[in-house]
């Protein structure tokens, strides 16, 4: 092959020639020396085929004896996804070596950014020195150092250097920033995509807060990596000190797991897992925990501890079977009543469990389940049911398909079973077609009609008559057949203003259906309890199921007023009551408003002015003494640095309005909030008991600091429940610390990840 011959070449043009003189430079390194190089070594062995190297700039000279090509004035050099620009940037033909000067910005693969002062590369561009280097990362996390390498395009060193995802300060950007990692050699791998300290210490507005000889954290790429998480610890009256630790393995791209492991200094180890795991058609997940301590078994303290094995075991999933029905479980199960609240602060009263299959078609949906329960009220003896099947259609026809309205139909299936020493074994099936529609007069009149007929069939063992909860001694088997009308009437009238929208609507309703002898013949697993307010004044049915129903002829009234605002704020206020006209003996139990033949007032007031105010306010009034029986106040007003909101219950049960002892509960949450700045924010919390037993509940405070790179937030609280077995919940105090791409730091309460609750997983 015949040696080839270089010639002196020299390509000018001043900053302001046009584009095209510009580009004409694109691929001058080629000519000039760096193809030619490739060339002269063709006799070699073969290497990988590398992309072609490019070079813009306003200046290029070739210095042909000393084998040298510069560029000069806005060069920028690329080279596959790599580029390089500088002002300066010189190709040794003899040492194969890219020598760049001045304003240095090299571009990686990965999309961070590297700027220098100076910098040499080799003509493939993968390895690098660097002096003076600073390293801008895709997530906005910064890399500073002395001096800085970069080894075969994958690992970048950085000596004596910092990290830290912080914005500098804009009036002193030579002030430390709000914290940083400072560390003897900082590695980037962009293979195993981590970033990793040799003598690392932690600095908080430059001050050295800890240290450690080595810290790694997944880079900006990663989502999510296998490691060990930042572990916790704590202190709890009942278990003692407590150190949790937790791993977390990324297993592949649909499935991981977590595996922890507690200490806790007065009870022993804890060992729990999680697993999750994600298909083409669905996902699962399954966890548990399991230890062994001795443990009060009694409801006080001074009740006798037994040691035993105790945890929970829980699993859920949704699969999809086909574009119409999908199937899905959830399933928990404890050793015992106290072990979630004691281990993983839950304070829920069940667990249900349940397994489904459903499908959605259209207007139709279709169900199978079935249900469990464990009940985790301390000392309660009831034994819990297991429903077995719990099946339902519902199917809805099409606007105007039917004499000018819409027809329905519902029905369910459902068995009830309880062991034998509990209440009764229920079978029942439902069917109940249905039809309503809406007509609009020419007067301005809206009149809804709608009908339905309920036909239920009923067995039953063990029932009992007087009390369709507890173990009774009738095998019953019953037919029920129920139709109900109704007819309701809205007049609404409304003034357009200038700056608002008002409406006054008055509306009435008559229902219509046969008199019941009594509803106690059928037994009652779904309407035990009656919750009478102004959402289900005017539904047919104000019982919560169908084995109860609302029987006889009764009319209902009431008046809505609101106004709109154009712009903004709104008010609006309902008020209702009912009167039955036939029967003047009710199966709605004493105290539930539904009582008497006149029912209690209900009304309900929703209050928004502006951004500043919003009220919601449910209300039910004794129609004879005009004393309440119920309050429910949700109410926030404020501005962001400055916000007051409460929430109030008050629901009076008394039997007898004449009665001495009241069975009332009466409760009020305060919160005051204040976001007093860009990244401070308080709140205040205080959960207060005015009947049955009066006293504080709860009172918390929180701090929250949230920047670009840090939360740090502190909690106090004070429990003033007492747990089974006689202990106090107490004083907590939680500090958590969130460092941006490092990890979080934190000292918690018993609280940890559970499957009723959210949970989430990292890697440091």
Not at 30 to 41: N, R, W
Not at 70 to 95: F, H
Not at 250 to 256: A, C, H, L, S
Request: a neutral charge; proline letters at 5%; hydrophobic letters at 35%.
């Amino acid at each position: 092959m015949p040696k080839p011959v270089f010639r002196r070449a020299r390509a000018t043009a001043k900053p302001a020639s046009s584009t095209i003189l510009r580009s004409g430079i694109v691929g001058l390194m080629i000519a000039c020396g760096v193809a030619t190089a490739d060339l002269a070594g063709a006799q070699s062995p073969a290497r990988e085929p590398q992309p072609p190297v490019l070079l813009t700039a306003d200046q290029v000279t070739f210095d042909e004896p000393n084998g040298l090509v510069t560029a000069t004035g806005n060069v920028e050099l690329a080279q596959g996804p790599r580029s390089v620009r500088a002002d300066t940037i010189t190709y040794n033909q003899k040492t194969k070596v890219v020598t760049a000067t001045g304003a240095i910005r090299l571009v990686e693969p990965s999309g961070d950014i590297i700027f220098a002062d100076y910098a040499e590369l080799t003509d493939d561009l993968k390895d690098v020195f660097i002096e003076n280097i600073r390293v801008l990362m895709t997530d906005n996390g910064r890399v500073a150092g002395n001096e800085g390498e970069r080894r075969e395009g994958r690992l970048t060193r950085v000596s004596r250097g910092v990290y830290s995802p912080c914005d500098l300060c804009r009036t002193d950007p030579t002030r430390a920033p709000l914290w940083q990692i400072r560390a003897v050699r900082i590695v980037h791998d962009n293979q195993e995509h981590e970033v990793r300290y040799k003598d690392a210490t932690m600095e908080i507005f430059g001050i050295p807060v800890a240290y450690t000889p080595y810290l790694s954290h997944p880079d900006p790429s990663v989502d999510r990596k296998s490691g060990f998480l930042t572990p916790s610890f704590g202190n709890s009256s009942d278990l003692g000190f407590i150190l949790k630790n937790h791993y977390y393995w990324d297993i592949g791209e649909n499935q991981d797991a977590t595996f922890d492991l507690q200490g806790y200094s007065k009870q022993g180890l804890l060992l729990g897992g999680q697993y999750r795991k994600r298909f083409e058609n669905g996902r699962f997940e399954i966890e548990g925990a399991i230890t062994r301590g001795e443990l009060t078994n009694g409801p006080s303290k001074d009740s006798p501890k037994d040691q035993r094995t105790r945890g929970y075991i829980g699993a859920k999933g949704l699969f999809d079977i086909d574009e119409t029905w999908r199937a899905g479980f959830d399933v928990k199960r404890a050793s015992e009543a106290t072990f979630l609240r004691r281990y993983y602060d839950f304070r829920e009263d069940y667990l249900t469990s349940k397994a489904y299959v459903e499908g959605f078609q259209g207007r139709n949906y279709a169900s199978l389940a079935a249900y469990g329960f464990q009940d985790l009220r301390y000392g309660n003896t009831i034994p819990e049911p297991v429903a077995v099947p719990v099946a339902r259609y519902n199917a809805l026809g099409e606007p105007g398909s039917f004499l000018g309205g819409r027809w329905s139909f519902d029905s369910s299936l459902l068995a009830v079973s309880r062991p034998s020493d509990g209440g009764p074994n229920t079978q029942r099936v439902v069917a109940q077609p249905g039809w309503q529609r809406d007509i609009v007069s020419s007067a301005g009149f809206i009149t809804t009609l709608s009908g339905s007929v309920l036909v239920a069939g009923y067995t039953a063992d063990r029932f009992s008559p007087t009390d369709p909860t507890a173990r009774g001694s009738e095998d019953v088997s019953r037919f029920r057949f129920f139709p109900q009308g109704q007819m309701t009437v809205r007049y609404p009238f409304v003034r357009y203003g200038e700056s608002s929208q008002q409406l006054i609507e008055p509306i009435g309703q008559l229902t219509a259906a046969p008199k019941l002898r009594t509803n106690k013949l059928f037994p009652n697993e779904d309407s035990l309890d009656v919750e009478f307010d102004e959402s289900n004044l005017l539904t047919p049915n104000r019982f919560t199921g169908i084995d109860r129903l609302d029987d006889g002829v009764r009319v209902t009234y009431g008046l809505r007023g609101a106004i709109y605002g154009n712009t903004q704020g709104s008010a609006s206020l309902f008020l209702g009551q009912s009167r039955r006209l036939t029967n003047a003996v009710s199966d709605f139990q004493v105290g539930s408003g539904l009582e008497d033949r006149t029912s209690d007032y209900v009304g309900k007031l929703d209050l928004q002015p502006a951004d500043w105010l919003d009220v919601n306010y449910g209300f039910r009034i004794d129609h004879e003494t005009l004393r309440p029986r119920r309050h429910s106040l949700n109410a926030s007003a404020g501005v962001p640095w400055l916000r007051l909101s409460t929430a109030y219950t008050f629901v009076d049960q008394t039997a007898s309005r004449a009665a001495v002892s009241q069975d009332r509960v009466e409760q009020a949450t305060f919160v005051l909030s204040s976001s007093f700045s860009d990244h401070w924010s308080a709140s205040l919390v205080h959960v207060q008991a005015m009947e049955p037993q009066p006293g504080a509940r709860l009172d918390l405070a929180t701090l929250t600091y949230t920047d670009e790179c840090l939360v740090f937030q502190t909690v106090a609280q004070r429990d003033y429940t007492i747990t089974p077995g006689g202990v106090k919940d107490g004083n907590t105090i939680f500090f958590r610390l969130v460092f941006k791409n490092v990890g979080e730091f934190k000292t918690p309460s018993i609280n940890a990840n559970f499957m009723g609750s959210s949970s989430s997983s990292s890697s440091n």
